[in-house]
């Protein structure tokens, strides 16, 4: 096969839980968090997973974080187990910092497109075709592409890692995201050659209704995350992971911000800004009935029964093979190595 011809993304429906009653949930809630202390285990949840899950993940001395500091908070803990509530990348940088850790997730099917995209044996016949560039990859790839790996990078460090390989002349094969790619190209002006993935959620924003949108608010700072295509990243006011993303909302004086990324961010962005107007920029094209449906399919997957579930019976657990582990911890420790130098 072609290297470059991908394999086809199957995108599953979004997951329809049905509804529990204000006591079930709670009690729900209540059996989850007995069930984390008697089980020695923290909860380490990403910003785009539903907000009774970011809640709970705070108020049971957990995290909500984006990738970056989803992977530095695991290794901080003292618990025996990590239950990663995101997608399955996730929780396999988990694992791969930390093997004698136990790492559950509540749905092992929650994977990602990016991930899905990047088959580990295309990706070394690509890295074959380039034995002089450094492969820089997204935290979104399995463990297997990490092992073929010089450097792993997360959207809030993309821009300093290439920066600095910039610096020091090097070439880079980038891998699976082509829009986060081409932003980082861009910026740096590096010579580097792009897997050409996407992410089926961000790569959905439209920049003509944007633009129209932006016309309707005219106090509106648009956030943009930059996995989305390049003509919506040009309209940005802010071009962020979702932790600097939120943080623009916090910091910036604008009443109002348009946001360009997956909605479950808005549960984070409501708690610390209440009196900031949030709008979801629009996903749908001319005709369309959906004005924005921004919402990973693989992260809806996690959810609170199946969290009890995991802590119940003690899976689904990651699992990463022990020689796929050690090679793929080299490119994830390279960058937190990089991150802790740069303070
Ligand atoms: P962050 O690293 O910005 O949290 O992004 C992860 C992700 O999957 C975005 O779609
Ligand atoms: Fe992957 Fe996109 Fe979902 Fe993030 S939002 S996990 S990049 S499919």
């Not at 986060?180 to 590096?190: C, E, K, N, P, R």
């Not at 808005?266 to 749908?284: E, G, N, S, V, Y």
């Amino acid at each position: 096969m072609n290297p470059l011809s991908l394999p086809r993304i199957q995108v599953p429906a979004h997951p329809q839980p049905s509804p529990l009653s204000g006591a079930d949930k709670a009690a729900l809630i209540e059996r989850i968090k007995a069930l984390l202390l008697e089980q020695r285990a923290v909860l380490v949840a990403h910003y785009y997973v539903d907000g009774d899950l970011q809640a709970l993940a705070e108020a049971t001395g957990g995290c909500v974080a984006d990738s970056l500091e989803m992977a530095r908070f695991g290794s901080a803990q003292q618990a025996d187990t990590l239950v990663v509530c995101g997608v399955r990348f996730m929780g396999e940088t988990a694992k791969i910092l930390n093997p004698e850790k136990r790492v559950l997730m509540p749905d092992l099917a929650a994977s990602c497109s990016l991930d899905d995209g990047c088959p580990a044996d295309l990706f070394g016949g690509f890295c074959d075709q380039y034995p002089e560039h450094q492969v820089v990859v997204y935290a979104n790839t399995s463990a297997a592409v990490k092992a073929r790996a010089d450097w792993m990078v997360t959207s809030s460090i993309a821009l300093p890692v290439i920066r600095h390989l910039h610096q020091q002349g090097q070439k880079v094969l980038w891998a699976p995201d082509k829009h986060l790619g081409h932003y980082v190209q861009q910026l740096t002006g590096i010579d580097m050659v792009l897997w050409p993935g996407a992410c089926v959620v961000h790569e959905e924003f439209k920049s003509v209704a944007l633009e129209r949108l932006r016309k309707l608010h005219p106090q509106a700072a648009v956030l943009v995350h930059p996995e989305s295509p390049n003509e919506v990243v040009q309209q940005a006011d802010v071009v962020g992971s979702t932790t600097q993303l939120i943080r623009a909302v916090h910091d910036l004086p604008n009443p109002e911000f348009i946001v360009a990324t997956d909605e479950g961010i808005f549960w984070k962005m409501k708690q610390l800004a209440p009196d900031k107007q949030l709008i979801a920029a629009p996903t749908a094209g001319e005709g369309a009935t959906c004005e924005s449906c921004a919402h990973c399919p693989w992260m809806a997957m996690n959810d609170l029964e199946k969290l009890a579930h995991c802590l119940e019976t003690g899976g689904p657990e990651i699992q990463v093979a022990e020689a796929i582990r050690a090679r793929a911890l080299v490119p994830i420790r390279r960058m937190l190595d990089f991150a802790a130098s740069q303070g």
